[in-house]
């Protein structure tokens, strides 16, 4: 079982910058990869961005360019770096983490950009 502890989110006006934080429970390298979604009520939860356990990155075309996603195993926190915020981007984020068949899933960290 793994605990994962989103942090970060809150208000920002288009084209700003949010960092949003994961803390894991445990080593995050014991996964096969983390990764960041987001949910807007009433929508379907939707990718935004992915670290394998290898460090190899995918992010989802409306965020390419603008978001980074990277890890400290140090400290055994997953990060999303997001710049050039868009009133699009608003919506609750959520920290994943994966191995085998089992996913972990935090409670969610909201981002409300304004314009």
């Known amino acids: 079982q793994v605990q994962l502890v989103e942090s970060g989110g809150g208000l920002v006006q288009a084209g700003g910058a949010l960092r949003l934080s994961c803390a894991a429970s445990r080593n995050i390298l014991s996964l096969n990869g983390m990764g960041w979604y987001r949910q807007v009520q009433g929508n379907q939860r939707e990718f935004v961005a992915v670290?394998?356990?290898?460090?190899?990155?995918m992010y989802a075309e409306s965020v390419k360019g603008r978001f980074t996603i990277f890890r400290d195993n140090d400290k055994n926190t997953l990060y999303l770096q997001m710049n050039t915020l868009k009133p699009d981007d608003t919506a609750v984020y959520y920290c994943?983490?994966?191995?085998?068949?089992?996913?972990?899933w935090g409670q969610g960290t909201q981002v409300t950009v304004s314009s």
């Open positions: 670290i394998s356990k290898s460090g190899i990155t």
């Open positions: 994943n983490g994966f191995r085998d068949s089992q996913s972990y």
